[in-house]
């Protein structure tokens, strides 16, 4: 268990991977994620995630399914019993169910025991986004900042956790929904790449439609060269569905704009690449607040 003061908890939707919540101490609870034949935890293990993605180039259609009631209730129950304040940060609200069901069960705990200390925070993000959150609270709560404070914190720094997606293929964001008919057809016509941003309440939306994949990537680095804050006391994340080397070809570019302390690659796992399918490519940083 967590050697700290505090306990730091997330869901495996953050797209930190094992290794990394576990050299930080930090809890989580697993996503679930399905085919047609069998329901499969997302584990954070990088190998789990190579062939999650294999079985998408395959043509297997995965879903996803928000943590449930009893589930959170059971999680944070086990958590308690540690006898320490619990600081949960979850998915967004806008993006998943997770986030009102752990808020239900965080309650219904609270109506048996009123001395706990649970919150549960709207990360109002997807993915590193509040992977990010969850590093900045473990790094907090190491320097000796008190829960409250630690939450206070939190509250307004997420704010400006900013992320930005491009992908070469439409193909998956019309399956969910993200692209119309029509500008399926058109996109892949014109080799169209949309730049999809995460909104003020946490929403993902079309923020750029730019012709060709690499003017994609100087589009996003202006982007956030735009938006940064203090980009050389921060780590530059960039998230990918298993297409390390374009990452990295995004990443230099970035760089060529930005001087970052440094970058930190992450698969997206399972529960966003259900939707979004392999060759997704992600930027995560701090900046000013979102809009």
Do not use: W
């Amino acid at each position: 268990m967590d050697y700290r003061k505090i306990i730091v908890s997330t869901d495996s939707g953050c797209d930190l991977n094992k290794e990394t919540l576990e050299e930080k101490h930090i809890s989580f609870i697993k996503m679930k994620y399905f085919d047609d034949n069998n329901i499969y935890e997302s584990n954070l293990i990088d190998s789990e995630t190579v062939e999650f993605y294999n079985k998408m180039r395959n043509g297997v259609v995965f879903r996803t399914t928000s943590v449930n009631v009893n589930e959170a209730y059971d999680y944070l129950k086990e958590l308690a019993s540690y006898g320490k304040p619990i600081l949960h940060i979850a998915m967004g609200s806008a993006i998943s169910g997770t986030y009102n069901n752990f808020m239900q069960a965080k309650n219904m705990l609270l109506s048996e025991n009123d001395k706990l200390e649970i919150y549960v925070m709207d990360s109002l993000g997807a993915s590193i986004s509040y992977g990010i959150l969850v590093l900045e609270a473990c790094r907090l709560i190491d320097e000796g900042m008190e829960f409250k404070d630690v939450i206070k914190y939190l509250e307004e720094y997420k704010k400006g956790v900013t992320p930005f997606f491009t992908t070469p293929t439409l193909v998956y964001l019309k399956r969910g929904g993200r692209v119309s008919n029509a500008s399926f057809f058109i996109g892949n016509l014109l080799s169209i790449k949309p730049i999809l941003k995460l909104d003020k309440p946490g929403r993902l939306v079309i923020a750029n439609k730019i012709n060709g994949i690499f003017r994609a990537y100087k589009r996003i680095a202006l982007m956030i060269k735009e938006k940064v804050v203090d980009a050389c006391n921060q780590y530059l994340y960039i998230g990918h569905g298993d297409c390390l080397e374009k990452a990295k070809e995004f990443a230099r570019e970035i760089l060529q704009m930005v001087k970052f302390k440094g970058v930190k690659y992450f698969f997206i796992g399972p529960t966003i690449g259900s939707h979004s399918g392999p060759e997704l490519i992600s930027a995560f940083f701090h900046g000013v607040e979102r809009c």
